[in-house]
């Protein structure tokens, strides 16, 4: 009993010399015409790549630029949540703004955990990355210094650097916060809550834009109005249901991210409390499909990224051994955009 035929398996990936072999010339001439060396034939040049083609050769572009003594052409960029439309569309942005330096963005998601962003940064350092943006999943930020990481430039995106020297590109937390606030307080509202996300530099930013209008304006503080642990809509929704239920509610309540409005807004809907003034911080999708006004901090989650990316590329220019400049912080605007509701009333 015969076996039966199997194809042949490749055990390692094809070289020039297994290419020029198959189209009878050298290495050479191989390299030289995948490069569409003038100097080669036409025809000699369709041999090639058609044995190459049959070969599954792909030219190792990495390795190729480490032995020339150039740079890899990537840049590695880490953030917390590719789940989370903000991440992408600053992705988006970067990409822009590198892809004009002729590099590439590599990206990879932490699901927020530091243990990740460690092991992330680590693999990204080892294959010769350019340089990393980086979103940081927590305060302990001591690996994306230049001593772990052998003085490979990264910049910080939506967060500050914290116990670390380097470039940031962050959103005027704060400023926009106040400025929602400020317009409920004008519009008569003394009692507002407040809904966000647990414990990170934005929800604190945030929170204390949030507090600082009230001060002064001379309201009091009601930690009884602050919820600071909603990461998705359904415990955002709880949470305002339980603003709502407070014997003196909230005639405001203020969503520190898009997932904090969009629970606050069901659970006006559902309690039927259509009176309850609703603002935020981030725009969203179907924002003005809403049957209640909504106020929101908006911003272009690009414009961060291209930020950051212009941060990233200066650094790598810079020559070696040079001295550094001073950390600097780039932060982008915000502005108040407002729907009227009711779109389906």
Known sequence: MTE???APRRAAPSTLREVGLRAGVSAMTVSRALKDDPRVAPETKQRVREAAAELGYRRNEMARSLRMGRTSGMVGLVVTNLA???YSQMALGAEEVVAERGMKVVLSNTDDDEAREREVVDDLAARRVDGMIVVPAGREQAHLGPGPLSGLPVVLAARPPSGVVADCAVLDDVG???????RLVADGHRRIGFLGPSATWTSDERLRGYRSVLGEAGIAVDARLERCSQRDVPSA????AELLDL??????IFGANSRNTIGAY??????????VALSGFDDFDLADMLEVPLTVVAYDPGDMGRAAARLLLDRIDERPGADSSEPRRVVVPTRIVSYPGGAFG
């Open 237 to 240: 929704e709880r949470a305002a």
């Open 84 to 86: 989370n439309p903000f």
């Open 4 to 6: 039966p035929e199997t």
């Open 266 to 275: 069901r659970a006006i809907r559902r309690a039927g409390r259509t009176g």
């Open 176 to 182: 926009g916060t106040r400025e929602a606030i400020a």
């Open 247 to 252: 014997p003196d509610p909230p005639t405001a």
